[in-house]
């Protein structure tokens, strides 16, 4: 459970599910003395538990919670009043409050913003399965900035296995899953991606992949840092050379993906490159 | 073209296949969704020991990987996985409760069309092992994926493509 937060950095979004109420309060202290640690600005939005309970939580054994509080480096909220603010579960207002609360971090001067919450039995019945796993898709792209990171905590006796495994594959990260990890810079258009790619971050890819459909441009995928794709992962990068064929799309990758590549795409519209020892195989797909 | 594999039809119900001696070195487990990276994981570790290397290890991962995702995503949820080493060739046996699979897809000698983001699981597993064997009953579908294991981690018999 420790280690997706132990290994936070900044542009993760982990999802963590957990089965027991100790688990849950666990993963609120190890998140909090990470971040306190590290001196992020956090903010944690709790919802099965109450906010005074979760802060006198944090008070016991967190260290250095007390002096970090009082400076403001870790707002605890009821996440009722995030998430369900005039009683209902929209997600364009969430997105929009993450991208103010990551200026305001930013103005404050830490070097970025970590966010958790748990989502209850409310939550998961006013917003229902669909909307959380949209929600979760769409969130991904205020991660590619590099400026927040987020756990997003699902208990899994409120959600079924089909659903829970959607809204899990909607995270480049989940605890037991495979770690995808991107940037993303728009001039040139390059999406660089690390870590593994299969069907347990599947939708997280998806998402990441389907506005660079509109790029009108030529487009770098670096996938160097991916060291094991799976057959859909691949078809997706194929998908989007295909949708985008006015437009060069190339895949800077190692050569297992490469390999897949040339297998899955069979008209050779998505240029790949081997990433390692230069450019021993030219800029053309056409081996 | 690589082995193909062929299809054995379901005649037999329990177990699909006979089992493997039992052995102190088999990697056995049981996968859902969420276990398929840390089983492709301790697949890996087990065939680079049993002397799988490069790029045969790489397409092994692949196979084994898309036949865990067909598991759960057709065959109900998930599946058991068994792998050995028997003389010079390894084996992994990946089991689920689903239907089966349909005949259309089972050839896997044709690619599904370019669009189709799944699906092409089987075909690419054809194309990379050396052996892939399919056999439906009614307790579940069991695919075998086999890889002849030389001395240096490569094919003894040089494939063609």
């Given at each position: 459970m420790g280690n997706a937060i132990a290994e936070l950095r900044l542009g993760d979004h982990v999802c963590l599910t957990f089965d027991s109420d100790d688990e849950r309060s666990d993963a609120f202290v190890d998140f909090t003395a990470a971040g306190v640690r590290g001196g992020f600005k956090m903010l944690l939005f709790t919802m099965a538990e109450s906010a005074e309970s979760m802060r006198d939580r944090?008070?016991?054994?967190?260290?250095?919670?007390?002096?970090?509080?009082?400076?403001g480096q870790v707002e605890v909220a009821a996440g009722q009043d995030i998430?369900?603010?005039?009683?209902?579960?929209?997600?364009?207002?969430?997105?929009?409050?993450?991208?103010?609360?990551?200026?305001?971090?930013?103005?404050?001067?830490?070097?970025?913003?970590?966010?958790?919450?748990d989502v209850a039995r409310e939550l998961a019945e006013k917003a229902g399965p669909e909307a959380l796993l949209a929600y979760e898709t769409a969130v991904n792209t205020l991660f590619a900035s590099g400026r927040l990171a987020a756990v997003c905590q699902y208990d899994r006796r409120l959600l079924d296995g089909t659903a829970m495994e959607h809204i899990c594959s909607a995270h480049p990260i989940s605890f037991d899953g495979a770690r995808?990890?991107?940037?993303?810079?728009?001039?040139p258009p390059r999406?660089?991606?690390?870590?593994?790619?299969?069907?347990?971050?599947?939708?997280?890819?998806?998402?990441?992949?389907?506005?660079l459909a509109r790029v009108p441009a030529a487009l770098t995928v670096d996938a160097s840092g991916v060291t094991f794709a799976g057959v859909?992962?691949?078809?997706?990068?194929t998908?989007?050379?295909?949708?985008?064929?006015?437009?060069?799309t190339t895949v800077v990758c190692q050569p297992q993906l490469e390999r897949l590549l040339r297998l899955v795409d069979l008209?050779?519209?998505?240029?790949?490159?081997r990433a390692t020892g230069g450019w021993p195989n030219g800029d053309s797909a056409d081996a | 073209m690589p082995d193909t594999g062929s299809e054995v039809p379901g005649s037999r119900s329990g177990t699909a296949f006979s089992d493997?001696?039992?052995?102190?070195?088999?990697?056995?487990?049981?996968?859902?969704?969420?276990?398929?990276?840390?089983?492709?994981?301790?697949?890996?570790?087990?065939?680079?020991?049993?002397?799988?290397?490069?790029?045969?290890?790489?397409?092994?991962?692949?196979?084994?990987?898309?036949?865990?995702?067909?598991?759960?995503?057709?065959?109900?949820?998930?599946?058991?996985?068994?792998?050995?080493?028997?003389?010079?060739?390894?084996?992994?046996?990946?089991?689920?409760?689903?239907?089966?699979?349909?005949?259309?897809?089972?050839?896997?000698?044709?690619?599904?069309?370019v669009f189709v983001a799944h699906g092409r699981g089987l075909w690419i597993t054809r194309k990379v092992c050396d052996a892939v064997v399919i056999v439906t009953s009614e307790s579940g579908t069991t695919v075998r994926l086999s890889m002849a294991l030389g001395a240096d981690g490569t094919r003894p018999v040089d494939r063609t493509r």
């Open positions: 944090l008070r016991e054994r967190v260290p250095g919670y007390q002096t970090a509080s009082a400076r998430y369900l603010a005039e009683g209902r579960f929209d997600a364009e207002r969430m997105l929009r409050g993450f991208a103010t609360a990551m200026d305001v971090a930013e103005r404050q001067g830490y070097p970025g913003l970590w966010v958790t919450a995808l990890r991107f940037a993303l810079v728009d001039d999406l660089a991606l690390t870590g593994e790619l299969d069907a347990t971050n599947r939708t997280a890819l998806a998402a990441l992949l389907a506005p859909e992962s691949a078809a997706m990068l998908r989007l050379a295909h949708l985008r064929r006015s437009f060069a008209d050779g519209v998505t240029l790949v490159r | 493997p001696e039992p052995s102190g070195t088999d990697l056995r487990g049981v996968f859902g969704s969420e276990q398929i990276t840390a089983t492709r994981h301790a697949v890996v570790a087990h065939a680079a020991a049993a002397g799988l290397r490069g790029t045969r290890l790489e397409d092994f991962a692949l196979a084994v990987n898309e036949m865990m995702t067909n598991a759960v995503r057709h065959g109900g949820g998930g599946g058991t996985l068994c792998q050995w080493v028997d003389g010079l060739v390894l084996t992994c046996d990946i089991t689920d409760d689903g239907p089966g699979i349909p005949a259309e897809c089972r050839s896997g000698r044709l690619p599904p069309p």
